[in-house]
């Protein structure tokens, strides 16, 4: 008897302790989420922090004029005459006029440097849309250069960085800013433009398009093939031998890891096939290959959630094996794999380590406009532009990162809309 | 022609095909009495028709593309004259890339010797007769084709089972894919690789401590010898995955049993895809956020302490690392964690444990192969991890078990070692072969094993 008293003061003594341990435990568990979803509010608040200035760029107003001894092009369309002519002295010139008391080699130097070195070409662009402006005098907002860009915003938000700005060019910022002859401008330039050494004429325009290409082909590779792969699987295969050893290729492939795809993609399309390197056609083929399990993975889940009474009605009236298939198995998981096809979609497009290994990370100017056109895609540049050493790069890596991750929320969004929408629950 | 427009000339007959081959049938049908009198559906004739006009001309298609060049380049190298023949592969190369940039009229002509200038010429037609010749072959067989799938249709001809057996062929091949992706991957890091275990023994590569991927330009430079001892890159994988590890393991399993155990319906509708938005996130992303904004304040944060931790620290690759695994841990755990049958919850809440007991003392148990299974993934893909380590880690690789140091990966030196000029004989370039090979071996054997318990687990519950 008074053993199992002993026992009930034992386990009441115990409680409280036992009360707190399981209180800790639920705190434990708390603090996990809350590190979890703590990281995800922090990278983005960073990456957004960092880039929200990318959007808004620095341009300076300067009295142009478009005086053809000095360029030396009298005829506007001849393309010789273009290529040779002295663009950049449009730029200095106005400069010259906006500050006429510089003077010295050393001086001058810093004056020319507060407009970007390819102000010029854009005076040249604009001459050529409006050929009457030749011999005419304009005021025009002209890009600044990068180290500018950086000085004024991060001046304009009162956290002020002049590391890399002379004495006399921070005294004539300030005279234009009195004047109201600088000013933040939306960047066209990031979304019109492809790659540049000079940040602020670097857009992800190319990237973009590389991106699109090497996507397209993927979706156009990628998506036939697995769903042929796992309709075989789910509805023809026999058991056997052989089918194990295809479904066990697959989860490996599934989870071998993305930069060994891009060793095949070397070894084979470029040292053995001789395809050309950095163009979306590899790109495209070594992401398929890299996004074939994810697809027949998730399509064979959609074909498996089709319930077998369809398929033994559709049997019963007479249909073939094919027909049942194509008639009424596919449509129905078609959702489904739609869902898959997006998830793998979104997937490629954030890859880059495979694509650093068939030369996708050569630094491009040209706009890619077709599928053996040399092109690099978004994630690359966001490597290329993380590892420049200009300041005003961090900035434009973080925008094309918060562009990157707009497309793949959007494609996301997408693929859980498809699934609410389409879903059909038996 | 080009191949694109040869393609879609052969679809397009292909195209005809179905509708003639639809058309004859619907034709015979007619007199008969409509297409019950038939053994098949008209399009099943027309598919016939369609695959017989354009299987063989794709197959054929495919089969020239890969020999085509070089083929010519073989034929064109036969002719040109003795005084320029290449005698090894290096100048063999040479040359045909100058024949074929002078034929493409990428290199003026201007200067050249007669030969060459003879031998682009010779490419040129050679080139010019191998496009004709294709279009020609190709519109003959698919023509052949086309007549022979057209004149094969009658009411009795049984077209469905034909058209059946070739689409499952089809599929098949689809299925294949795999193997054959598997194969290549193998064939082509392994090939690679015993060509650089010719130069570097095998013995060295894998037990040799110092790392420094350098070939000789001179044979009489200093430390011309470049060493590929891969122990260094070994050791600084593990340390980043073992910090990974230890940043993901605990969150991730413990936020699954909280979502799993705990959490109300609203929180897991809400937690759970956002905690998974971090696995959607791209690498390069991590990597960016590694290196300009983690490794910074980890440096900063440890000067305040009185450390030096190094920019380019383990700690800051392996820790963003680790969140990036997190979901990855969370929703396998997840999944084996529901899997564990409710009776056995029901019986440790039932002898009086809390919460708490019955999750560390039964469910944890129960699912504790799964876990362990989902962990060894979570592993192979911190060990395969790429971009991270890219932008975060360090380059020079050192012997070090300090995370505050800087390390360099496998990974990170495949990547320096193959983007850049190169040569393919190399065994600087071929060293990332090798490590290829290594990297596919040890995450192959990870999975597999990983695989086999997850499964086998699954098994014993279901």
Same mark, same amino acid.
């Given at each position: 008897?008074?053993?199992?008293?002993?026992?009930?003061?034992?386990?009441?003594?115990?409680?409280?302790?036992?009360?707190? +341990?399981?209180? =800790?435990?639920?705190?434990?568990?708390?603090?996990?989420?809350?590190?979890?979803?703590?990281?995800?509010?922090?990278?983005?608040?960073?990456?957004?922090?960092?880039?929200?200035?990318?959007? =808004?760029?620095?341009?300076?107003?300067?009295?142009?004029?478009?005086?053809?001894?000095?360029?030396?092009?009298?005829?506007?369309?001849?393309?010789?005459?273009?290529?040779?002519?002295?663009?950049?002295?449009?730029?200095?010139? +106005?400069?010259?006029?906006?500050?006429?008391?510089?003077?010295?080699?050393?001086?001058?130097?810093?004056?020319?440097?507060?407009?970007?070195?390819?102000?010029?070409?854009?005076?040249?662009?604009?001459?050529?849309?409006?050929?009457?402006?030749?011999?005419?005098?304009?005021?025009?907002?002209?890009?600044?250069?990068?180290?500018?860009?950086?000085?004024?915003?991060?001046?304009?938000?009162?956290?002020?960085?002049?590391?890399?700005?002379? +004495?006399?060019?921070?005294?004539?910022?300030?005279?234009?800013?009195?004047?109201?002859?600088? =000013?933040?401008?939306?960047?066209?330039?990031?979304?019109?433009?492809?790659?540049?050494?000079?940040?602020?004429?670097?857009?992800?325009?190319?990237?973009?398009?590389g991106s699109?290409l090497t996507l397209?082909l993927t979706?156009?590779l990628s998506?036939?093939i697995?769903?042929?792969?796992?309709?075989?699987?789910?509805?023809?295969?026999?058991?056997?031998?052989?089918?194990?050893?295809?479904?066990?290729?697959?989860?490996?492939l599934?989870?071998v890891p993305s930069i060994i795809f891009g060793l095949l993609g070397l070894a084979i399309f470029i040292n053995f096939f001789h395809v050309p390197r950095s163009v979306p056609i590899v790109g495209g083929l070594v992401l398929t290959l890299m996004t074939l399990p994810?697809?027949?993975?998730?399509?064979?889940?959609?074909?498996?959630?089709?319930?077998?009474?369809?398929?033994?009605?559709?049997?019963?009236?007479?249909?073939?094996?094919?027909?049942?298939?194509?008639?009424?198995?596919?449509?129905?998981?078609?959702?489904?794999?739609?869902?898959?096809?997006?998830?793998?979609?979104?997937q490629a497009?954030?890859e880059s380590a495979p694509l650093l290994m068939i030369g996708m990370v050569a630094?491009? !100017?040209?706009?890619?406009?077709?599928f053996s056109?040399p092109a690099t895609v978004?994630p690359v540049?966001?490597?290329?532009?993380?590892?420049?050493?200009?300041?005003?790069?961090?900035?434009?890596?973080?925008?094309?990162?918060?562009?990157?991750?707009?497309?793949?929320?959007?494609?996301?969004?997408?693929? !859980?809309?498809?699934?609410? =929408?389409?879903?059909?629950?038996? | 022609?080009?191949?694109?427009?040869?393609?879609?000339? &052969?679809?397009?007959?292909?195209?005809?095909? *179905?509708? @003639?081959?639809?058309?004859?049938?619907?034709?015979?049908?007619?007199?008969?009495?409509?297409?019950?009198?038939?053994?098949?559906?008209?399009?099943?004739?027309?598919?016939?028709?369609?695959?017989?006009?354009?299987?063989?001309?794709?197959?054929?298609?495919?089969?020239?593309?890969l020999?085509?060049?070089?083929?010519?380049?073989?034929?064109?190298?036969?002719?040109?004259?003795?005084?320029?023949?290449?005698?090894?592969?290096?100048?063999?190369?040479?040359?045909?890339?100058?024949?074929?940039?002078?034929?493409?009229?990428?290199?003026?002509?201007?200067?050249?010797?007669?030969?060459?200038?003879?031998?682009?010429?010779?490419?040129?037609?050679?080139?010019? &007769?191998?496009?004709?010749?294709?279009?020609?072959?190709?519109?003959?067989?698919?023509?052949?084709?086309?007549?022979?799938?057209?004149? $094969?249709?009658?009411?009795?001809? $049984?077209?469905?089972?034909?058209?059946?057996?070739?689409?499952?062929?089809?599929?098949?091949?689809?299925?294949?894919l795999a193997?054959f992706t598997t194969l290549g991957i193998v064939l082509s890091v392994l090939f690679e690789s015993?060509? *650089?275990?010719?130069?570097?023994?095998?013995?060295?590569?894998? *037990?040799?401590?110092?790392?420094?991927?350098?070939?000789?330009?001179?044979?009489?430079?200093?430390?011309?010898?470049?060493?590929?001892?891969?122990?260094?890159? *070994?050791?600084?994988? @593990?340390?980043?995955?073992?910090?990974?590890?230890?940043?993901?393991?605990?969150?991730?399993?413990?936020?699954?049993?909280?979502?799993?155990?705990? /959490?109300?319906?609203?929180? $897991?509708?809400? /937690?759970?895809?956002?905690?998974?938005?971090?696995?959607?996130?791209?690498?390069?992303?991590?990597?960016?956020?590694?290196?300009?904004?983690?490794?910074?304040?980890?440096?900063?944060?440890?000067?305040?302490?009185?450390?030096?931790?190094?920019?380019?620290? /383990?700690?800051?690759?392996?820790?963003?690392?680790?969140?990036?695994?997190?979901?990855?841990?969370?929703?396998?755990?997840?999944?084996? &964690?529901?899997?564990?049958?409710?009776?056995?919850?029901?019986?440790?809440?039932?002898?009086?444990?809390?919460?708490?007991?019955?999750?560390?003392?039964?469910?944890?148990?129960?699912?504790?192969?799964?876990?362990?299974?989902?962990?060894?993934?979570?592993?192979?893909?911190?060990?395969g991890?790429t971009m &991270?380590?890219?932008?975060?880690?360090?380059?020079?690789?050192?012997?070090?078990?300090?995370?505050?140091?800087?390390?360099?990966?496998?990974t990170?030196?495949i990547v320096?070692l193959l983007t850049?000029?190169q040569?393919f004989?190399?065994?600087?370039t071929l060293?990332a072969f090798?490590l290829g090979l290594?990297l596919f071996?040890?995450?192959?054997?990870?999975?597999?094993?990983?695989?086999?318990?997850?499964?086998?687990?699954?098994?014993?519950?279901?």
């Open positions: 008897m008074t053993e199992s008293i002993n026992h009930l003061e034992k386990i009441k003594n115990s409680l409280s302790r036992r009360n707190r +341990a399981e209180k =800790r435990f639920r705190w434990y568990g708390r603090t996990a989420i809350f590190i979890g979803l703590a990281a995800v509010l922090v990278l983005f608040t960073d990456i957004v922090n960092k880039g929200h200035g990318a959007f =808004r760029i620095t341009y300076i107003e300067l009295e142009v004029t478009y005086d053809q001894d000095r360029i030396g092009v009298n005829n506007l369309t001849d393309p010789k005459e273009l290529t040779r002519g002295n663009w950049e002295a449009l730029s200095k010139t +106005a400069l010259r006029t906006e500050f006429p008391a510089v003077s010295g080699r050393s001086d001058k130097r810093e004056l020319y440097g507060l407009i970007s070195s390819g102000a010029g070409f854009d005076l040249k662009d604009r001459l050529l849309e409006n050929p009457r402006l030749l011999g005419e005098t304009e005021r025009v907002w002209l890009l600044a250069d990068d180290d500018i860009d950086t000085y004024y915003k991060s001046w304009l938000d009162g956290d002020t960085y002049s590391a890399r700005m002379s +004495a006399k060019q921070l005294e004539w910022i300030d005279e234009l800013h009195q004047q109201g002859k600088i =000013r933040l401008q939306f960047n066209s330039n990031l979304f019109t433009r492809g790659d540049s050494r000079e940040p602020e004429q670097a857009g992800i325009r190319g990237a973009v398009m699109l397209i979706l156009l998506f036939p697995g769903v042929s792969a796992a309709i075989y699987l789910e509805e023809f295969a026999p058991r056997n031998r052989w089918t194990d050893f295809i479904e066990v290729n697959i989860n490996n599934a989870a994810t697809i027949i993975i998730t399509s064979r889940a959609a074909i498996k959630s089709v319930p077998p009474s369809i398929r033994e009605a559709a049997l019963g009236m007479g249909a073939s094996k094919y027909q049942t298939v194509l008639h009424h198995v596919l449509p129905l998981s078609l959702p489904g794999m739609l869902t898959g096809a997006i998830i793998g979609m979104a497009l954030g630094f491009i !100017v040209d706009i890619p406009g077709g056109d978004l540049q966001i490597f290329l532009w993380a590892d420049s050493p200009e300041r005003a790069f961090i900035e434009k890596t973080s925008a094309a990162i918060m562009i990157l991750l707009s497309f793949l929320i959007v494609m996301n969004t997408v693929a !859980v809309w498809l699934r609410k =929408r389409l879903e059909r629950r038996w | 022609m080009q191949a694109t427009n040869i393609l879609i000339l &052969i679809l397009g007959l292909g195209v005809l095909a *179905f509708f @003639l081959g639809r058309g004859r049938s619907l034709a015979l049908a007619k007199p008969l009495g409509g297409i019950r009198q038939l053994h098949s559906l008209p399009s099943y004739y027309g598919m016939h028709a369609a695959l017989w006009c354009a299987l063989p001309s794709l197959f054929l298609l495919c089969v020239w593309m020999f085509d060049d070089s083929l010519i380049n073989r034929l064109v190298l036969d002719s040109v004259a003795a005084e320029i023949a290449p005698n090894d592969t290096a100048s063999y190369n040479l040359l045909i890339n100058k024949i074929s940039n002078l034929a493409d009229g990428i290199l003026p002509r201007k200067g050249e010797s007669a030969a060459l200038v003879a031998a682009a010429d010779h490419l040129v037609s050679l080139r010019i &007769i191998s496009s004709w010749s294709l279009t020609a072959v190709l519109l003959t067989l698919s023509s052949l084709g086309l007549l022979w799938g057209w004149s $094969r249709i009658s009411a009795s001809f $049984r077209a469905r089972p034909v058209v059946e057996k070739v689409m499952q062929n089809i599929l098949l091949g689809c299925a294949c193997i015993i060509q *650089f275990f010719r130069s570097v023994p095998i013995f060295d590569f894998v *037990f040799g401590l110092e790392w420094s991927p350098q070939t000789a330009i001179r044979e009489d430079q200093v430390g011309s010898s470049g060493s590929f001892g891969a122990v260094p890159l *070994f050791v600084g994988t @593990l340390l980043v995955s073992a910090v990974a590890m230890v940043v993901a393991v605990p969150v991730g399993l413990m936020s699954a049993i909280y979502l799993a155990e705990y /959490a109300s319906k609203t929180v $897991r509708t809400y /937690a759970k895809p956002a905690l998974e938005i971090l696995a959607g996130i791209p690498t390069v992303v991590y990597g960016f956020f590694a290196a300009l904004t983690v490794a910074p304040f980890l440096r900063d944060l440890g000067a305040s302490f009185g450390l030096s931790v190094s920019s380019e620290s /383990a700690l800051a690759a392996g820790g963003v690392m680790g969140v990036m695994i997190i979901p990855f841990i969370s929703s396998l755990a997840d999944d084996v &964690i529901t899997a564990v049958p409710q009776s056995m919850r029901d019986g440790s809440l039932a002898m009086g444990a809390t919460k708490s007991e019955t999750v560390r003392r039964v469910i944890i148990p129960a699912a504790l192969p799964g876990i362990v299974g989902g962990v060894m993934l979570a592993i192979s893909r911190a060990i991890e &991270i380590v890219v932008m975060a880690a360090g380059m020079a690789a050192k012997l070090t078990a300090n995370p505050l140091e800087s390390v360099t990966t496998v990170v030196q320096t850049g000029d040569e004989d190399s065994p600087k060293a090798a290594m071996t040890v995450t192959l054997l990870l999975n597999i094993f990983a695989l086999h318990i997850v499964k086998k687990y699954r098994e014993q519950y279901d």
